[in-house]
């Protein structure tokens, strides 16, 4: 059992520490030596990187932020149990956001997880993953608001997730994941209100 308890504990942690590399971050103070903290909503994601280093680098950081979330839940797939079947991947997922939110290397600052989340969630049901990533591209296109986007296509997973008759875990991950993600995005949320949401 403690054994267990261990492997579960390390599943987590590997996905903290790898969630906590900061993609975005390290792209902007590599070619442009400054820290994207300073810019538009201080976060290290893929769109305020759009806004210090251009298109291009925003599809280049999310794809990397996705990668990422998969690697953290791929490396901890062989932690688990057979009395707990999908937790030590799930664990691995949910280190990653953790990490990428309020990473160890940047005193608890971060992004807000959205690339990294669509990632893990490829990692643990590809279905579900994929069909998540379409409607996030495809509700930011139509609404030219990435919080947008990111927001709705979420709130799918859980139902995704119970649809294509994932695990439990798999399930309640994706129910906390789209819980967090309307957390890190609560300031999107007072400007949508407010009509003061930027546009893509």
């Given at each position: ?50 806004r210090v280093l251009?298109?291009?680098w925003f599809f ?141």
């Amino acid at each position: 059992m403690l054994i267990t308890i261990l492997r579960f504990i390390l599943a987590l942690v590997i996905g903290y520490v790898i969630g906590s590399i900061p993609t975005g971050y390290i792209a902007v103070k590599l070619l442009k030596k400054q820290d994207i903290r300073e810019f538009g909503s201080g976060s290290t994601g893929a769109t305020n990187v759009k806004r210090v280093l251009g298109t291009k680098w925003f599809f280049i950081i999310l794809l990397i932020d996705a990668v990422k979330g998969m690697l953290c839940v791929w490396l901890t797939m062989n932690l688990g149990s057979l009395r707990l079947p999908g937790l030590a991947p799930v664990l691995g997922a949910l280190g990653a956001i953790l990490g990428h939110s309020w990473s160890i290397f940047l005193k608890g600052t971060g992004g807000k997880s959205v690339a990294t989340g669509i990632g893990t969630l490829i990692a643990l049901s590809p279905v579900v993953g994929l069909i998540t990533a379409v409607l996030w591209a495809g509700i930011t296109f139509m609404s030219r608001m990435v919080s947008v986007g990111s927001i709705i296509a979420v709130l799918f997973a859980p139902l995704l997730m119970r649809l294509f008759g994932q695990g439990e875990y798999f399930f309640y991950y994706a129910v906390f994941l789209a819980g967090f993600i309307i957390y890190t995005h609560r300031e999107n949320l007072q400007r949508l209100k407010e009509g003061k949401e930027n546009k893509f």
